[in-house]
C-alpha cells in the first residue's frame, strides 16, 4: 500500500496579504490555510515575508489554486511530519509565571498543550502578547467567566483559568477546534470550567469582565460592534501588525471603548523601510 500524500501550495507574502490569500485559497478548495512566520514551529521566510500554506485534498485541486495565485505546490508523504511537529514543540514560558509543554515532554506545573489542527501553541508573538495582559490584569477576571473569540487550540481561555478566572467561554469558526480544545482543557483538569463552541460572537449571549480576540485586522474590524456589546469591562485584540494597529484601534474606539495601552513585538519585516510588530490593543469600556 502507497503511503499517503497530503498537497499543498505555499505562497511568500507580505504578512498584511495573508488574510486575503487565504480567503482566495479557501474559495480555490483548499481545505485549511496555515500562516508561517519567524515564530511559528515551521519557520516563515527570512525577509520580512510569511508563508501563506494551503491544504488541498489532491495535487490536481492545488495546481488548479497556483494557476491562479502562484506560487509552490508540494506534498508532504507519509506520517513523518508527526515526528516533526513533536521536534519543534518544546516546553517554553508563556509569560513570566506559566509555562507550556506539549503532553510527550511534561514539565510539572505547565499547562499541557497538544495544538493538533488548531491554531495555537504559545510561540507566535501575538498569543505571547494577549498571555502577558491576562497575566498582568488577572485581578479584573479573578473568580468571573473570560471570553474567548477566535480560541484555536484553546490555549489562552485555558491559561485565564489558571491565572485565576472561574470560567471561560470558547468560540471558533472551525469545527475541528471543538474536540482540540476540549481534549486540551481535559488534560490540564478544566473541562468544566471550560465551554467552547462555534457560536458566531454575534450571537453569544450575555457580557463578560474580560474579553479577548486574537485573529487577524479585518476580521476584528467585522466584528468591532459585537466584541463591543460582549465586553462589559476589559477587551484585549492581538493578531494586529503595527501597521494595521490605527485602524483597529479607531474602529473600536468608535464604538465607545477607550484605549488603554497598545503592546507590540517586534519581528523581522519590512514597512516602509522599517520592522514592522505584532501588537495587541487594550481597551476598556467606561
Known sequence: MSEPRFPYLRCDVPPAEADGLGHRLMEFGATGIEVRDRTTMQKGPDDGRVHVVGWFATRDDAERAQAQVGGVVEELVG?????????HFKPFA???ELWVCPPWELVDGALVLDPGRAFGTGLHATTALVSAQLEKRRDVFRDATVLDVGTGS????????RFGAARAVATDNDPEVLEVVAENAARNGLGDR??????????VTGSYPFVVANIRAPVLIAMADALHDRTSGWLVLSGVLASEEAEVRSAFVATGLTHIETVRRDEPGPHEGKPDAWTAIVLQKP
Open 194 to 203: 471550560l465551554e467552547v463552541s462555534t457560536t458566531d460572537v454575534r450571537e
Open 79 to 87: 506520517d513523518a511530519w508527526r515526528d516533526a511537529y513533536k521536534e
Open 154 to 161: 484553546g490555549i489562552l481561555a485555558l491559561a485565564a483559568l
Open 94 to 96: 508563556l509569560t513570566n
